[in-house]
Structures are given as C-alpha cells and as structure tokens.
C-alpha cells in the first residue's frame, strides 16, 4: 500500500505533487559560438530540446497511466501501489473512466476516493505486476532545477525551471489564488481574534457591500460553519459558486447580524491572462494547500 493510503477504501492524500516531477540538478547552459544564429538554439517544446531529457524520464513514465473519460483523454495519472491503485485529478474525471498503461493495455477503473483541497482521486483497476512511482520530497528540490514531466512516450510531456520552493499556502493567500468558489469582495486582517474575522475593507460594488458589510465587522459564521480564522472562511467560500446566495453571521459592535450577499466571481488577474497565453488548463489549477 502506498503511504498514501491508509486502507482500500479510506487514504490521505500525500503532499508531494501528484505530477510526480522529476527534478535534475541545474546547470548553467553552455555559451552558444559565434556566428551560430539564435534560431539554432532548441526551444523548451522542441523534439530536439525534449529528446534530452530521454534517459530522465525513463524510469518515472512505466508508473505512469493515461486517464480516459468517455473515450476522451483527460488527466495523466500515477501507479502507486502494484495491485492497480492509481492516482490521479479529481477534477477531470467524469463519465466512465479507462485507465491506459504505459504497455498498452486498457483497464476500466474505479473511484475509491477523493481529496478535495488536493484536487486528487485514488482510482482502482483489476491489474497486478504494475510499477508503482517512487515518491520524492518536493520540499528538497531546489530553486533553479529542471523539472520534467513524464509522459506516456519517450519524451517528457514538459520542461521547465523550478523557480519558486515547494511551500504551505495558506489564509490569505489561499484566499487570493484560488479561482474556485465565490467572491464575497471583502479584505480582512491577518490577525487572529478571539470572535472571528475582522474585516478592514469592503470592495466597492461587491457582493459585501451591496449586502451591507461594514468595515470592522467580524465575521463568525458562513451558513452552519463557525468562522475562527482566515484559513476556516476561505474553506467556507470556495464550497460556493458565483451567484449563490449565502448566510453569513457578523458581530457588529455588541450585536450580531445576518446578512445574504449573493456571491460574485473573482476579478482576473495578470495570472489568469498569463494562462490564457498557452493551452487550455485544468478548471481546478489554484487554491492548493502545498505548491511546488
């Protein structure tokens, strides 16, 4: 059983991400001669530039399985146990799922769990003799390392430098990079009380203020779930959807009140116009607990 599970029917999901990235050490590129135009130089999606990193994901691609939904392909996902348990992207899997093997055969396969804040499933086909992935601690990569992700052909699906180390997201960060849930329009202060969550902004024109938010309330209750700190409401919201109404209890000098915003949709970024840039992404890409 991998450490990922805890038993057939019931795991935790591991912090470790599930691309299963394969990082080398980097190194500094070697200086190009003279008189060589830049159009020689590989590009990171080039065959020239992939073929590179052949013997790398040589070993990490047998663990990897491609995930079909009604006949579409929709995920990579990861061998974590030989006996068929697989690993793979909750949010994509829909409809009646196939499991593809790094040697071709097919399996239909199962959901036996799923980690919301993670975004991942356990999956489990009838298969044995599989090669399960051998996990690593993202927290020892280090900055400036290849990162390279196994696909199911000799070549990496990607590469790219490890620009940033793998760290906790939480409270008010969560709050800000995740694209899933409402948007309250709301600013609040990273100090703890012992009530709630105080706000010290309401966003003009936002769901907050057109429902009658004052700036120093403190937020203690959102439907049935008590409110204690940044972390706790940020869980609350991103359970809503854009134009959900929701209840929300504040204490407002010495008496509480009840209000209903009707929740609007997070504002873009310069982030989101960034992923528009390349390919079409996963629904689910932000508000992890971890990143790498």
């Known amino acids: 059983m991998p450490r990922s599970a805890t038993s057939r029917g019931q795991w935790t999901a591991p912090l470790w991400s599930l691309a299963f990235l394969v990082v080398l ?38 663990s990897t399985v491609r995930i079909r939904c009604d006949d579409q392909v929709a995920a990579f996902g990861a061998v974590v146990a030989a006996d068929g348990w697989i690993l793979t992207k909750a949010s994509e899997l829909r409809g009646e799922i196939l499991c593809e093997l790094h040697d071709g055969r097919e399996f239909p396969a199962r959901i036996v769990g799923v980690s919301g804040p993670y975004d991942l499933a356990m999956l489990k086909i009838d298969a044995n003799g599989l090669k399960p992935v051998e996990w690593r601690d993202s927290t020892t990569a280090a900055v400036g390392s290849w990162v390279a992700t196994p696909g199911m052909n000799p070549e990496p699906v990607a590469v790219g430098v490890l620009s940033v180390a793998a760290r906790k997201i939480t409270g008010m960060e969560l ?74 209890r504040v204490k407002r000098s010495s008496e509480e009140v009840v209000l209903h915003p009707t929740l609007g949709k997070r504002p873009a970024d310069r982030a989101d116009f960034q992923n528009q840039l390349g390919s079409k992404l996963s629904e689910h890409r932000t508000g992890f607990p971890m990143v790498l």
């Open 175 to 248: 709050a800000r990079r995740s694209s899933s849930g409402g948007f309250l329009g709301i600013s609040i202060s990273p100090a703890a009380t012992k009530d709630g969550v105080k706000i010290v902004e309401v966003l003009p024109g936002g769901a907050a203020d057109k429902a009658g938010f004052e700036e120093d309330d403190v937020i203690v209750a959102v439907e049935t779930k008590r409110i204690t700190d940044a972390e706790s409401l940020f869980k609350a919201l991103q359970t809503t959807k854009p134009g959900q109404t929701i209840t929300v």
């Open 25 to 62: 050490a980097a190194a500094p590129a070697a200086p190009a001669q003279r008189g060589h135009r830049e159009s020689t130089v590989p590009t990171k999606t080039s065959p020239r530039f992939l073929a590179a990193f052949r013997e790398v994901v040589a070993v990490p691609s047998r």
